[in-house]
């Protein structure tokens, strides 16, 4: 095992042990050899990389970093002189660094600090130590004083759900600072996210410290904030979440076994039909086993169950002063129209054990009665829950890890697949050591995660802060978050977006919350968002036609690799005009061919809007065809051709945007699909001179699919595995169609997790002839 295989072993470990892991893993990694340091004549140091940044400490604590390729500068002070000033090189997780040691004391303080600038990356990594013990926190480190003009600030508040702003917020959130020519800065905090904050305005101050409650800090603590630079916003974005979870270690995600991610299902949370209701001669289990007999009847294809809060134990008032969302019952009921028990209450957890009112037989009988995988719901502990005198709680969260291997163990036994915690902002306000004391906030999210993944569980956030996402950049089984406030509809989406942002630099895949399956616009972007898709529809009211545009007859989602997210003009256009067009996009990468999902919608509530858009602010530096989803017609475009989205007060525009390549062609996958190229349906494209290839995969019981594209001549079809109907071809227009059927003869294959049929289509231009002309960008 060489010493970077040790490194990662070391760092995929335990995750209560995480921050012991990580001294190991650098001081595996970091070889320094010094370089020069301060003598007579030397006023400063300075270390750069091929890439244009630059680094300089002088000897009163002046220093400066640079861009030369973006033109910035940013200065600060550490308000100090220094001694011991070296420069060295070495290799951490992120990569080989340069390196500028120093010390320095402020007042009887022993501190000592470090800047480490990356040679193959744009990203530079701050570091303090305090060497004594401290009852307040060190300042902050590094504080610029001194900014680039005109820059555009971005970050997010400190509120549920982590809501975007065009602002610079004091938290532990990341900060985005931008210019006009799509420049880019990202910093945030890269340790210690609990009680970290970023301080300033982001236009006369940028500083990385500590929230102002902090104390008590052991000798040798230190604290790290990491920084990236680019030239486009969202590629700065991805570099600094690679970044800060490379530096935290983190693993391989559990993206691909978790039930969330993979398949349908239905949700009873705030918003949903079943949410605090059932139909009372049926009671709540049988409620939910009459509505999934329902579904396999009606063959929509549900793959597991959210259990909101209304299932377990809870107290009968909140345990804080907010009106219980417009029910003043002061008994606490949830739902005046129900029976009264302690499932229906609104306030906190007492036990987390299923009430028998909702299931009589208890959490894992149901399961086994409806055979579906479960998410359960969580909130906070109750004041006057009898775990205060078991465990060790810290405000209104349990800060113990016998409670956590308790509780883990229970809904293991269940058959639960994901455990959801709620609540996250209010368990953070009303634990006052989360926010005082270094370690309490993190033992929680650190416990949280450990036991559940030695269960083989994973985990969703719910009402996060920011803190929340920067901390569950160290956790592989944190698979999904919510980014949105609860029942997801058209008032949520510029949150949601921005907010998956976030999410998806963590490693983690954004939620929308539940909607009814009749909602096809809101069943698009959660599906495009490439999180869960579950909906909440009163039994007997759902739409199978729109649910079968999202998944295979298996319930499994077809759905791109990458999120939508807000696209860098979006940005740009939002600090000039808030009510501009919200022009967002999500991913399918088969290598030879990308297809953009080109999602757009008006932000005016009074006027129509018209959003501009070229392949290449898609990514695409060759010529592509924009298929316009709901209007059946396409277009083709070179690189820098702008594409004009015409967008009404209420309704979206949905482009699927993919390559022209080699072939000639543009296959646009599955027609009944709304992710038509996801490769849960489009397996591989392989893209030729004049000959295109797919492989198709089917659920076991699908018996066909109808594939589409374009083409500059008829394409000649060619099959294996399976047989193509007649060939549709539109002369006028370049649209090709044909029905395509595996062999029903071959078993599917399981090698891979839910058995699939594979079909390989051959397409080839006849006449070998390009789609493009340089001239009007489309001509056959």
């Given amino acids: 095992m060489d010493i970077f295989t040790e490194a990662h072993s070391v760092a995929s470990s335990r995750l209560h042990l995480h921050a012991k892991i990580k001294a190991k893993l650098k001081s595996l990694v970091a070889i320094y050899v010094v370089l020069f340091c301060f003598h007579a004549g030397v006023d400063a140091i300075s270390v750069s990389n091929a890439l244009g940044l630059s680094v300089t400490m002088d000897a009163n604590g002046k220093y400066t970093i640079g861009s030369r390729t973006l033109a910035w500068s940013f200065g600060g002070e550490v308000g100090h002189p220094l001694r011991n000033t070296t420069a060295a090189s070495g290799e951490d997780t992120v990569g080989r660094y340069k390196r500028i040691f120093f010390e320095w004391l402020n007042g009887n303080l022993a501190m000592s600090g470090e800047i480490r600038l990356y040679e193959e990356k744009s990203v530079i990594l701050f570091s303090e130590t305090c060497k004594n013990a401290e009852e307040m926190p060190p300042d902050p480190f590094p504080a610029f004083t001194s900014l680039p003009q005109s820059l555009y600030a971005f970050s997010y508040r400190q509120e549920a759900f982590a809501p975007p702003q065009f602002a610079a917020n004091d938290c532990s959130t990341p900060w985005l600072l931008f210019d006009d020519q799509d420049n880019a800065l990202v910093i945030s905090p890269a340790s210690h996210f609990m009680v970290a904050s970023m301080l300033g305005d982001g236009k006369n101050q940028m500083s990385s410290g500590f929230n102002p409650r902090l104390r008590n800090l052991p000798a040798g603590f230190s604290q790290q904030t990491i920084l990236s630079f680019g030239h486009g916003i969202n590629r700065t974005w991805d570099l600094w979440g690679q970044s800060l979870r490379e530096w935290e270690g983190a693993g391989p995600l559990h993206i691909a076994t978790d039930a969330t991610l993979k398949y349908l299902g239905y949700w009873t949370d705030n918003g949903a039909s079943l949410y605090y209701n059932f139909d009372k001669d049926k009671g709540y289990a049988g409620t939910l086993a009459s509505l999934v007999a329902h579904y396999r009847q009606k063959q929509i294809p549900i793959r597991y169950l959210q259990l909101d809060s209304w299932w377990y134990y809870k107290a009968a008032t909140s345990g804080d002063d907010r009106t219980v969302e417009g029910n003043n019952d002061p008994r606490g009921k949830k739902n005046p129209n129900m029976p009264e028990g302690a499932w ?243 991913y399918t990468d088969h290598g030879d061919i990308k297809t953009a999902y080109l999602f757009a919608f008006n932000n005016s509530p009074t006027e129509a809007h018209e959003g501009r858009i070229t392949p290449a602010d898609l990514g695409f530096n060759a010529p592509v065809y924009a298929y316009d989803y709901f209007a059946g017609t396409g277009r083709c475009l070179d690189a820098g051709q702008m594409l004009s989205i015409s967008l009404s007060r209420k309704v979206p525009a949905y482009y699927i945007v993919t390559s022209i390549g080699k072939s000639g062609m543009a296959f646009l996958g599955d027609a009944n699909k709304l992710v038509s190229n996801g490769k849960q349906r489009i397996a591989w494209l392989k893209d030729e001179l004049g000959k295109m290839s797919a492989e198709v995969q089917f659920a076991p019981t699908e018996k066909a699919v109808i594939l589409h594209g374009y083409s500059a001549t008829l394409p000649e079809v060619t099959i294996k595995a399976g047989e193509a109907g007649p060939v549709q071809y539109d002369s006028v227009t370049g649209q090709f169609t044909f029905e395509l059927r595996p062999d029903l003869q071959i078993p599917p294959d399981s090698s891979q997790g839910d058995p699939v049929r594979f079909v390989t289509v051959i397409l080839k231009n006849q006449t070998n002839k390009l789609a493009i002309k340089s001239n009007n960008g489309c001509g056959r």
């Fill in 344 to 586: 229906n209450r609104y306030g906190g957890l007492l036990e987390y054990k299923a009430d028998p009112y909702v299931f009589p037989k208890g959490l894992g009988a149901f399961q086994k009665s409806v055979g579906l995988l479960l998410v359960a719901h969580n909130r906070w502990i109750d004041p006057e829950s009898p775990y205060r005198q078991k465990y060790t709680i810290s405000g209104v969260a349990a800060v113990d890890p016998k409670w956590w291997d308790v509780t883990a163990d229970y809904l293991h036994k269940a058959s639960v697949q994901t455990y959801e915690q709620d609540w996250l902002y209010s368990i953070y306000q009303r634990s006052p050591a989360f926010s005082s004391n270094l370690d309490t906030g993190q033992n929680f999210m650190d416990d949280m995660a450990r036991a559940f993944k030695e269960r083989g569980m994973t985990m969703q956030y719910c009402m996060p802060y920011p803190c929340h996402f920067l901390q569950g950049s160290r956790y592989d089984n944190l698979t999904t978050i919510r980014t949105s406030a609860d029942r997801f509809s058209r008032n949520r989406w510029p949150s949601f977006l921005y907010t998956s942002r976030l999410a998806y630099s963590m490693g983690i895949r954004p939620w929308s919350d539940v909607f009814n399956s009749t909602e096809i616009d809101n069943l698009l972007l959660s599906t495009l968002s490439s999180g869960p898709v579950g909906i909440g529809d009163a039994i007997g009211f759902e739409d199978k036609s729109n649910l079968l545009k999202v998944v295979r007859t298996d319930g499994v989602i077809v759905k791109p690799d990458v999120p939508a997210l807000p696209l860098d003009c979006s940005y740009l256009n939002a600090v000039h005009d808030d009510q501009s067009p919200l022009i967002s996009a999500a």
